[in-house]
Nanobody
Framework: VQLQASGGGLVQAGDSLRLSCAAS???????????MTWFRQAPGKEREFVAS???????VYADSVKGRFVMSRDNAKATISLLINTLKTEDTAVYYC???????????????????WGQGTQVTVSS
């Protein structure tokens, strides 16, 4: 699986931004069979879980972003998106999309559960 994240940029606090991630899935597999997840890594910090969706279930979010971030997926287009509302300076980070074929529920928030990663897209929020 190849993942390409896009949509990052320099924005002002309070703005909204939509990130996207396009997946290229090997023949014989379907995009919908993968759990798709967003992580982010702020400067000087470890990478952290942001949001995740399985085939058709509702997204799960980190407590720190619940209510401001909206994750969606389009299985037909093999894409996911992350709408970030009311951006804060602490949202500044590189945002990564990740895919996992066999992610158990208890491991959804763990980086090690995902075998496929996009290159990341930088989001910088100025005050």
């Amino acid at each position: 699986v190849q993942l390409q994240a896009s949509g990052g940029g320099l924005v002002q606090a309070g703005d909204s931004l939509r990130l996207s991630c396009a997946a290229s899935v090997p023949s014989g597999r379907t995009f919908s069979s993968y759990r798709m997840t967003w992580f982010r890594q702020a400067p000087g910090k470890e990478r952290e879980f942001v949001a995740s969706m399985s085939r058709s279930a509702n997204p799960v979010y980190a407590d720190s972003v619940k209510g401001r971030f909206v994750m969606s997926r389009d299985n037909a287009k093999a894409t996911i998106s992350l709408l970030i509302n009311t951006l804060k300076t602490e949202d500044t980070a590189v945002y990564y999309c990740a895919a996992g074929a066999t992610v158990i529920v208890s491991a959804v928030r763990q980086e090690t559960a995902y075998h496929y990663w996009g290159q990341g897209t930088q989001v910088t929020v100025s005050s």
